[in-house]
Structures are given as C-alpha cells and as structure tokens.
Nanobody
C-alpha cells in the first residue's frame, strides 16, 4: 500500500558525507512521520533520525551534530544528510513510514535498505 524507494548510499572515507533520500508513494492519506533506521552486521536495527509531518525531529545520540534529517512534504520525501561520517556509521540504512492510507488503515512501512560503508 505504501512503497518506499531509497537512494544515496555508497562507500565513503571517514570524515566524508553522504545524502540519503527516500520517497514514499502509494495510497497515502496522511503521514505521521518518516525516518531512518540502521542495522550493522550482528546488531539490532536502531533509530537514526525521524521527522514528523509538523517538522519535529528526533536523533540518536550517536549522530547528533553530524546528521540532519529533512523532508519535502509536497513530494512525500525524506532526506538524511550525513556529515563527518565514522566507520561505526557503517550499516544498512532503512527508511521508515508511519501514517495512514485511504480507508483509514494505519501503515508502518520499510524500505529495502541502502548500504552505507565508511572506510577508515
């Protein structure tokens, strides 16, 4: 019902930057929030950053001051600007959507994931 298409991952050296994008499409009625989570090998998936429709932002302590989440509400797209990247940021990054589709059903959707690798 809601499809998420991510882009922007890749390989970068420590201290470098990457920008992730995620566009939501489908039978969207409303969006509560969109965000990014990540999962490193052998680790649980963890919150990176979320942004509500009204613009409220939440960040993991480990990325505060280095990552910035933003959105283009007209295009149902969320971005994650990642600066001063560290090797420990290496993970698969997943886009997340919380909202409702027409018909009133609540939806919690995930993207397919995009790999971010930071070399030392």
């Amino acid at each position: 019902q809601v499809q998420l298409v991510e882009s922007g991952g890749g390989l970068v050296q420590a201290g470098g930057s990457l920008r992730l994008s995620c566009k939501a499409s489908g039978n969207i009625y409303s969006i509560n929030s969109m965000g990014w989570y990540r999962q490193a090998p052998g680790q649980q998936r963890e919150l990176v950053a979320t942004i509500s429709r009204g613009g409220s932002r939440d960040y993991a302590d480990s990325v505060k001051g280095r990552f910035t989440i933003s959105s283009d509400n007209a295009k149902n797209t969320v971005f994650l600007q990642m600066d001063s990247l560290k090797p420990e940021d290496t993970a698969v990054y997943y886009c997340n959507f919380l909202g409702r589709v027409y018909g009133g059903f609540a939806v919690n959707s995930w993207g397919q994931g995009t790999q971010v690798t930071v070399s030392s």
